[in-house]
């Protein structure tokens, strides 16, 4: 069984020595050699290769097999749950994973790729820029956005204009002041949503409502703008002459992002061996080493062959060929 406890980056795997003495999937990676210890973080920090494979030998003597006998054996289970994973929201919701390509991304990712394509039927493999930092660039990529809810029950004849601009000038007042803190200065953009219901019912809708139409805003714009969204919910716009309430107000602050964060990958510069030993399917093989951010656009590289990038390694096994594109994606495909 792997997981679903996991070592996190203190103690961490044993092949960094911080004191982790329990086996992980990154040792087992390191016993495959599908990571090289002098090539992990772009060369930055080197991991000890023979605590991987101390990690592993009492698991080794209860299966009966040898250290990189009981790191395949891992790696394999590891694969086997990240495809019934993919299986619970594609086969079992009637999509056929062979209709789409696999995309990888984590420092993990693209070493497994491959072999959960294989075993879903996929052809092709789409590995992104850093694959191992993707979540953090798609925060840093996110606009600034904040949202805050206040619940304020009331008829709709008492949520007059003054009382609704009061409520937002609140908020205003603190999210500017918020934003100042943080250094966001620059145009601010909002938006309000009235969370609205029939007197008596057990749900609200929310319904949106410009901030700056506030000023001007009555009772018959706010049961129109409620009937209106009650229709897109339910079909139909409820009981004529039913009361209709107030029950909460939401708004939202954003600040847009002005400019993406640069996202190619410096050539290392660190100098490779042509190849490195990889143990795949019980042998032993040659794997082509290559700098993932020196690949030229269009440049294929065919497996066995190992592309080493600063946050992840990209194993590409026999039968599979990569190639980069302009966009700095590392697209996989199969032979044949």
């Known amino acids: 069984r792997v997981g679903p406890r996991s070592a996190g980056a203190v103690p961490g795997p044993a092949c960094y020595g911080r004191g982790g003495t329990l086996p992980t999937i990154t040792d087992a990676h390191v016993v495959r050699g599908t990571i090289r210890p002098d090539a992990f973080l772009g060369g930055g920090m080197t991991l000890d290769a023979d605590a991987a494979h101390r990690a592993f030998e009492d698991v080794a003597a209860r299966l009966g097999t040898d250290v990189r006998g009981a790191a395949a054996a891992a790696i394999r289970l590891a694969v086997a749950n990240i495809v019934r994973a993919i299986q619970l929201v594609s086969t079992e919701r009637g999509r056929d994973p062979r209709d789409y390509a696999l995309l990888p991304f984590g420092g993990a990712g693209p070493l497994l790729a491959a072999e959960i394509a294989e075993e879903l039927g996929i052809r092709e493999i789409l590995v992104p820029p850093n694959p191992g930092v993707i979540s953090a660039l798609g925060l840093l ?46 145009p601010l953009e909002y938006a309000l949503e009235a969370d609205m219901r029939f007197v008596g019912q057990a749900f609200e809708i929310p319904v949106p409502v410009e901030p700056a139409s506030l000023g001007a805003l009555q009772a018959a714009d706010l049961a129109e703008r409620f009937a209106a969204a009650h229709r897109r919910v339910y079909l139909h716009g409820g009981e004529p002459g039913r009361k209709v309430e107030l029950v909460g107000l939401r708004f939202g602050v954003r600040r847009r992002l002005e400019a993406l964060p640069e996202t190619r990958e410096r050539p290392s510069g660190m100098a490779r061996p042509p190849s490195a030993a990889v143990t795949t399917g019980g042998r032993t093989l040659p794997a082509r080493l290559a700098d993932a951010a020196a690949l030229a656009p269009g440049e294929v590289i065919a497996g066995p062959a190992l592309i080493e990038g600063y946050s992840s390694t990209t194993w590409v096994p026999e039968g599979w060929q990569a190639a980069r594109d302009v966009a700095g994606n590392m697209l996989m495909r199969r032979d044949g």
Not at 143 to 153: A, L
């Open 141 to 186: 990529s996110a606009d600034y956005v904040k949202v805050q809810g206040v619940t304020r029950r009331m008829a709709l004849d008492a949520a007059t204009p003054a009382a609704l601009q009061a409520e937002q000038a609140r908020f205003r007042g603190a999210a500017e002041a918020e934003f100042r803190g943080l250094g966001l200065e620059g």
